[in-house]
């Protein structure tokens, strides 16, 4: 018995062995096939073509819904089949080596045009194709036909054009919801190709004013846009003087304030909303450079607020101590607001290591630099009682806020040497 189930199982394992053979060669066939198929290649006329046919089929959408403007049916074909031919083009985002044909070409104009198209899903079929376009790697062998496609898009008014059409979208479908992120993303790596784009955006267009909204927009409602919109307005200030200007007088530091205050008693939920919410700390912090803005800060109550999230140590206490420090400047009203406000009896303890102790070296360092920055205006551009009030404090307890005064003025000066060597 033992010898035939031996036998039975040798014959099954043969089975088994022989359906493996079969398969392999199955495979091996299959892979052969592949190979012989022809490849489709992308080329001058291959492009050329797909100019050829978007061009036409946008004609004759134009032309049926000028005919027939009151009845969509008779139009809606033609719109799918458009649809389809501009998800054709874009594969011309792999081949960066035929971007000049593009821009010698009609159809990029057409394109652009093409965004104030009533049709929201063609739209969003435009936003695609230029996202794939600016998302594309800058390598030696491609810069300079991707900056050329770059500058070009910005001769054309594609920008300006993106910026108008994200007031169109309508956040409640994903698509949409999805063609904004696109459209951010296409501002974003503009910039970074086009440094210049940054103030001409912001003179020409309304994307300033559309941010400052969609971050307002919801309260403390958090989603991957607003925290992107936070991310292209800081980018939009750092990069710009003008700018920083712009978001002054155009009541976006109110607003920006108003936003950070809904966290003055609560953390934000998540590690992207604390991101959201830095970048909204590092543009003011930005944009108080500048004089005017430190005036319309302190008349806005900026200096208050941010004496009150750094009592509440929370995650806002550390950026809002930054920006204090920024706030203050050379303009003297601003340090005697801080000190009617009770802050020094909040930046001394910080200047003693007392409160908001960092885990991180680095971070303790910056905490310092901000705090040694506060107290440098505080004595430069106060006068008579509030100077008194700021003197007086280094006398205290046996002179030990001026011990550690020395003690931060003999490191700093220990750096500066190991600098120097």
């Known amino acids: 018995e033992e010898e035939d189930e031996e036998e039975e199982y040798n014959e099954d394992e043969a089975e088994v062995e022989g359906d493996e053979e079969e398969d392999y060669d199955e495979i091996l066939k299959m892979i052969e096939k592949d190979d012989a198929a022809p490849t489709q290649t992308f080329d001058s006329a291959k492009l050329k073509s797909l100019f050829s046919n978007f061009e036409k089929l946008l004609r004759r959408n134009e032309e049926l819904r000028m005919l027939h403007p009151k009845h969509p049916e008779m139009f809606m074909d033609s719109e799918v089949d458009l649809d389809q031919s501009i998800k054709e083009l874009n594969t011309l985002a792999l081949y960066p080596s035929y971007w000049p044909e593009f821009c010698s070409s009609e159809s990029h104009i057409l394109l652009i045009q093409l965004l104030e198209h009533e049709n929201i899903d063609l739209v969003i079929d435009v936003i695609d194709f230029f996202s794939d376009m600016f998302e594309v790697e800058i ?227 910056k905490m310092e630099e901000h705090v040694i920055s506060i107290l440098f205006s505080l004595i430069q551009f106060c006068e008579g009682v509030y100077l008194d009030r700021v003197v007086n404090k280094f006398a205290e307890n046996n002179f030990e806020k001026l011990n550690r005064l020395l003690e931060l003025f003999q490191e700093y000066k220990g750096r500066l040497a190991e600098v120097s060597k």
Do not use: H
């Open 139 to 365: 390598t030696y062998n491609n810069a300079k036909e991707v900056k050329a496609f770059a500058e070009l898009m910005d001769k054309s008014k594609l920008f300006e054009g993106i910026v108008r059409t994200l007031d169109r979208f309508d956040e409640e479908r994903k698509e949409e919801i999805d063609a904004v992120y696109k459209s951010l993303g296409i501002i974003e790596n503009a910039v970074d190709m086009l440094p210049t784009l940054s103030d001409s955006l912001c003179d020409n267009t309304k994307i300033m004013e559309w941010i400052l909204k969609r971050i307002c927009k919801g309260g403390r409602q958090f989603d991957d846009n607003k925290l992107y919109a936070s991310e292209i307005l800081a980018i939009l200030i750092q990069t710009s003087r003008s700018n920083q200007f712009t978001l002054g007088k155009s009541g976006g530091i109110e607003m920006i304030l108003l936003i950070i205050a809904q966290y003055r008693k609560d953390d934000p939920e998540s590690e992207e909303e604390r991101e959201m919410l830095e970048n909204l700390f590092d543009c003011l912090a930005a944009c108080l450079i500048l004089r005017d803005n430190q005036e319309i800060f302190a008349r806005e109550e900026g200096i208050q607020l941010m004496i009150i999230l750094i009592k509440a140590k929370n995650f806002c206490s550390r950026p809002a101590l930054k920006v204090l420090s920024f706030a203050l400047g050379s303009l003297p009203l601003n340090s005697r607001i801080l000190i009617d406000a009770s802050g020094l009896t909040l930046i001394f303890p910080i200047f003693m290591k007392k409160v908001m102790k960092c885990k991180k070296e680095e971070d303790q360092r």
